[in-house]
C-alpha cells in the first residue's frame, strides 16, 4: 500500500526539519516527553529516533531511555539501523545519556517528529 494512504500519513504530515545529531563525549539529552505545540505546525504525534552508529558498545553510554511514570525504565543501547517510533505522552519521558570519553567517534542518530493539527 503507498505510504500517502496510511491513517497516519492522512492525519499527520512530515516536516521538512528532521534532523542528524552527534553525541560526542560528554554530550546528551535530559529527560523530556517531546510535547509540542505550535499554533502555527499543529502538535507531535509521533516522534522518532534513528540510531545511525555502527558497533557502538554499551560501555560507551548514548542510550536511549524511556521513562513511563509509574512503571520501570528501559534502556536500549543504540544499535545500527534501529529505528524507535513513540507517541510523545506528557505521562512519558525519554532521554540519551551522556556519552563517555571512551567513545572513539560520536553517536549519530536521526530524529524528527509527525505533526498533526488534529486531535489523537
Do not use: C
Request: net charge negative; no cysteine; glycine share 8%.
Amino acid at each position: 500500500e503507498e505510504w500517502s494512504k496510511l491513517p497516519l500519513m492522512r492525519l499527520a504530515h512530515w516536516p521538512p526539519w528532521p534532523m542528524a545529531t552527534w553525541y560526542r563525549p560528554g554530550d546528551y539529552i535530559s529527560p523530556h516527553d517531546d510535547m509540542v505545540t505550535n499554533n502555527s505546525t499543529g502538535t507531535r504525534a509521533i516522534s522518532f529516533i534513528l540510531s545511525m552508529t555502527r558497533g557502538w558498545l554499551p560501555e560507551w553510554g548514548g542510550g536511549f531511555w524511556w521513562l513511563p511514570r509509574g512503571q520501570a525504565a528501559e534502556q536500549h543501547q543504540p544499535e545500527f539501523n534501529t529505528l524507535y517510533l513513540f507517541e510523545p505522552s506528557p505521562v512519558s519521558l525519554h532521554l540519551v545519556s551522556p556519552v563517555t570519553a571512551s567513545a572513539p567517534d560520536p553517536l549519530l542518530h536521526g530524529e524528527g517528529a509527525a505533526i498533526t493539527r488534529r486531535r489523537l
